[in-house]
């Protein structure tokens, strides 16, 4: 029998997160995308469910709505939740959140401390683990890789029994492979500060020559679309443990 994620502290987690405006709520079919910033984001929330669904609310477009909901949920309630998340490598992540604000990528991974004294910097690259897990247990129902978006999220929309979507993709920035931009020394700026990401995840620092065409790259995204299959695929036992 597959054990729900924990929720216990939950309520209290969600009301104190650095960024309530990712944190998506759709009532009517109980469930929330934990939406970071720099994975798709903008694409799934608008094309592959505000245009499709009603009862969605979120903080920037419903500010009184989602304000009154999130005071007053509680963690037994959100035990009735579908939650899930999308993550993506961190070092591909930096790039293009340099990228987005057309920062020099060698700036801003030296002196990201500096950067992230700006709220909107510092939310665009907080570390995914802080939409994932709370406490160190995690507390959402299925993570999406960015890396295999598509057959991840529509697994996700089986499970919230919504038709799937193909993703038609916006704000998305344009730069090479990831790892042109790096030396050694930044690989290891990036591994200190999402540290519990990649541990999580299982992310690594790929070389160019491992990029998303590969046939090891191709391997591992079906590999990982066999893993989510299978989790989903046991029986759910929903309410408190």
């Known amino acids: ?62 500010p009184e709505q989602f304000k009154e909901w999130i005071n007053r949920i509680t963690d037994e309630e959100l035990e009735d939740y579908f939650i899930f998340s999308v993550v993506r490598n961190p070092w591909d992540r930096l790039v293009s959140v340099s990228a987005y604000f057309n920062i020099p990528f060698k700036d801003f991974v030296n002196n990201i401390d500096k950067y992230w004294k700006n709220y909107n ?21 299925m993570i999406c ?10 697994l996700c929309f089986d499970q919230i029994n919504i038709d799937r979507e193909k993703l038609a993709f916006v704000n998305r920035s344009k730069h090479r492979h990831y790892s042109l931009y790096y030396t050694d020394s930044e690989i290891k700026i990036v591994e200190s ?11 690594m620092f ?32 929903w309410g408190k443990q």
Request: proline share 5%.
């Open 1 to 62: 029998m597959k054990i729900k994620p924990k929720r216990k502290g939950l309520s209290t987690y969600l009301r104190s997160h650095d960024h309530q405006g990712g944190i998506i709520v759709c009532e009517p079919l109980k469930f929330i995308y934990m939406k970071p910033t720099k994975t798709a984001g903008t694409s799934i929330l608008r094309a592959g469910l505000e245009k499709r669904l009603s009862g969605i609310i979120h903080h920037k477009d419903h």
């Open 121 to 141: 910097l510092r939310i665009h690259s907080l570390p995914l683990h802080l939409y994932t897990h709370c406490n160190g247990e995690q507390f959402v129902d």
């Open 145 to 154: 890789r960015f890396e295999s978006l598509q057959p991840d999220l529509n």
């Open 193 to 203: 500060i999402y540290k519990k990401d990649i541990e999580y995840f299982g992310y």
């Open 206 to 237: 790929e070389p160019n020559f491992v990029h998303k065409d590969s046939f090891i790259s191709k391997l591992n995204r079906h590999l990982r679309k066999i893993k989510n299959r299978a989790i989903l695929a046991l029986p759910t036992s």
